[in-house]
C-alpha cells in the first residue's frame, strides 16, 4: 500500500502535534510536523505531501478568536498550499479542535452552502458579512475537558468510512457550532456534510438540541464534525488522537477485554487507506 505523507502544521501555541503524527504513523502513514513559518518561508514544501492536518491547541494564544491568527496567515501568505491540498481532488484535509477552528475560519468546509442564485449571473453569498456558519464560545462561557460519545450520520466523510459512533475526549472553550440561519443548517445536513454529532451513550440523537453535558457546548444540530461537499476535508472539535490506546479509554482498568486500539485510531486507518 503507497505510505501517504502528512504535513502536521505546526504554530505558535499548538500543542497536539506530536500525538497527531504518532496516531498517523501508528495508521500506517508518514507524518512530519512542520512549523507554519517553513511553510511562508517556502510554500513548495506542500507538494511533498498528501495530507494537511492542522492539530488541536492554542495557535496564536486564541487571541481574537480561537484560530482567526493562524487562518488569517493561511489566507493571506498560503494560498497555493490549501489550493493544493483542498482544490486538487487528490489529498486529504483534517482539521482536530483548534485546527476545525482555523478551517472554519477558512471557510473551507462550509465552502459552497448559502449561495443566492442571482437571475443569469454567477452564484452568490446570500450576505458576504456573515459566514454560513462559525464556531463560538460553549454556552457555559468556559473551557470543557472531557470525555463525549459521538454519533456518524450517512456522510461523504472519508475519515469516517465505516465508523458508526466514537468516545472521543474533547477540549474545548469555543467549539459551539452556529449556523448562519435554518436554510444552510438544512443545505449541509441534506448533502450529509454534518458528519459528527454528539450524541447519547446509546448512539440516538432524540432533539435537535441535546441538554448538556451530553452536547458539550450547545451547538446546532449537535454538531461536532463538519466536511466539505468532497468528504476529504474535515473539520471535528473531538480529539480522535487522545484515543488510539486502550489504555487511553477512562475506565480501561474495569474492562474485562481490551479491543486492540482505541475508537478514535479507525479515523487515521481511513485516511490512510484511502491512498490505497
Ligand atoms: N484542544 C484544542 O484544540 C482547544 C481549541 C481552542 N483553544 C479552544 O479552547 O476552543
Request: charge should be negative; include cysteine.
Amino acid at each position: 500500500m503507497p505510505q501517504p505523507r502528512v504535513l502536521v502544521l505546526r504554530a505558535p501555541g499548538t500543542n497536539c502535534d506530536v500525538e497527531t503524527a504518532h496516531a498517523f504513523e501508528l495508521a500506517g502513514a508518514v507524518a512530519e510536523r512542520v512549523h507554519v513559518g517553513r511553510l511562508m518561508e517556502n510554500a513548495a514544501l506542500a507538494s511533498r505531501y498528501q495530507i494537511l492536518c492542522l492539530p488541536g491547541g492554542f495557535s496564536y494564544g486564541d487571541d481574537i478568536a480561537a484560530g482567526r491568527i493562524l487562518a488569517t496567515r493561511m489566507r493571506r501568505h498560503l494560498g497555493d498550499l490549501m489550493h493544493h491540498f483542498v482544490d486538487s481532488g487528490d489529498n486529504l484535509v483534517l482539521g482536530i479542535c483548534n485546527g476545525m477552528q482555523v478551517l472554519m475560519r477558512l471557510g473551507v468546509l462550509t465552502s459552497g452552502v448559502g449561495q443566492l442564485q442571482t437571475a443569469g449571473g454567477p452564484a452568490e453569498s446570500a450576505d458576504d458579512s456573515i459566514p454560513p456558519a462559525t464556531l463560538t464560545w460553549n454556552n457555559h462561557g468556559r473551557f470543557e475537558d472531557r470525555w463525549v460519545n459521538l454519533a456518524v450520520d450517512k456522510t461523504p466523510c472519508v475519515f469516517l468510512r465505516d465508523i458508526e459512533q466514537m468516545y472521543l475526549p474533547m477540549a474545548h472553550a469555543e467549539g459551539k457550532f452556529i449556523a448562519r440561519d435554518a436554510e444552510v443548517l438544512e443545505e449541509l445536513r441534506s448533502a450529509g456534510r454534518l458528519a459528527l454529532r454528539y450524541c447519547e451513550p446509546s448512539g440516538e440523537i432524540q432533539s435537535e438540541t441535546l441538554p448538556f453535558p451530553i452536547n458539550p457546548n450547545g451547538g446546532d444540530a449537535n454538531v461536532a464534525g463538519v466536511c466539505d461537499a468532497s468528504g476529504r476535508v474535515f473539520g471535528l472539535m473531538p480529539h480522535p488522537e487522545r484515543h488510539i490506546d486502550p489504555t487511553q479509554h477512562p475506565f480501561w482498568t474495569r474492562r474485562k477485554e481490551q479491543p486492540e486500539h482505541g475508537e478514535g485510531l479507525q479515523m487515521f486507518r481511513n485516511a490512510v487507506e484511502w491512498f490505497a
